[in-house]
């Protein structure tokens, strides 16, 4: 079954915004961390931002002072917005859950930033 369903991927230009989210079904319990990742072309998987349940976030370089990752544990949701985007932001985005002692991922969302 599909436990994490993404939503927000798509083609924008330089400079634009984007906003991702991803949608943790509510049989998954105890959720400890809501993060996302991005897998530019040919390149490895890397993690983008970070959101423990005590709300503390965390980023990768890149990335920092551009996106913001959010939360919503009413609806067990997590967000990542994405400003003043770069063709180097090009990737699979992918949410992943940590709940209790399980990892659980998305299929991954495309973004890409081109003019």
């Known amino acids: 079954q599909v436990q994490l369903v993404e939503s927000g991927g798509g083609l924008v230009q330089p400079g634009g915004s984007l906003r991702l989210s991803c949608a943790a079904s509510?049989?998954?319990?105890?959720?400890?961390?809501m993060n996302w990742y991005r897998q530019p072309p040919g390149k490895q998987r890397e993690m983008v931002a970070v959101a423990s349940s005590g709300g503390s976030t965390n980023y990768a370089d890149s990335v920092k002072g551009r996106f913001t990752i959010s939360r919503d544990n009413a609806k067990n949701t997590v967000y990542l917005q994405m400003n003043s985007l770069k063709p180097e932001d090009t990737a699979v985005y992918y949410c992943s859950v940590v709940a209790g002692l399980q990892n659980y991922w998305g299929q991954g969302t495309q973004v890409t930033v081109s003019s």
């Open positions: 509510r049989s998954i319990f105890s959720i400890y961390a």
